[in-house]
């Protein structure tokens, strides 16, 4: 397995753990009535909220950094461009009621779909 195939695995593995983690923030509140210990419950919703934010970040840094060390061509970067995509569900997190975190969901699976398209296509564009 070559690095580069390492650093798009962990970019993908980092948006699909986004994903579970705003959906543990959107059950917080349930799941400690319920004596849930799950991650977002231990940890409360503001470190969750970072815990996100660092998600998207590992995987955006992981878009520019073939190109920057040279494993892939300039273009590489191109996943970069879903950067504004993390904005709806950074906002959702923050909310406590279901449809803003449901909405949130939604536009996290949709932003991964399209990291993933750029990705691809950038390693395959010169």
Partial sequence: IGALAVVG???MGCLA?????????????TDE??????????????ASRVML????????VAAVLPAAVGLAGRLSFLAGLSLPLT??????????????LIAGL????????VYALLWALGMLLP
């Fill in 33 to 46: 009535a319920a004596g849930k210990r799950t991650l977002a419950v231990r940890l409360g919703r503001p």
């Fill in 9 to 11: 695995g962990v970019a």
């Fill in 53 to 60: 934010g660092a998600l998207f970040g590992a995987a955006l």
């Fill in 17 to 29: 753990s986004a994903i579970l983690v705003l959906n543990n923030i959107r059950d917080i509140e």
């Fill in 106 to 113: 939604k536009a996290a699976a949709r932003m991964q779909v």
């Fill in 87 to 100: 904005l709806r569900p950074l906002r959702a997190s923050g909310e406590t009621g279901g449809p803003p």
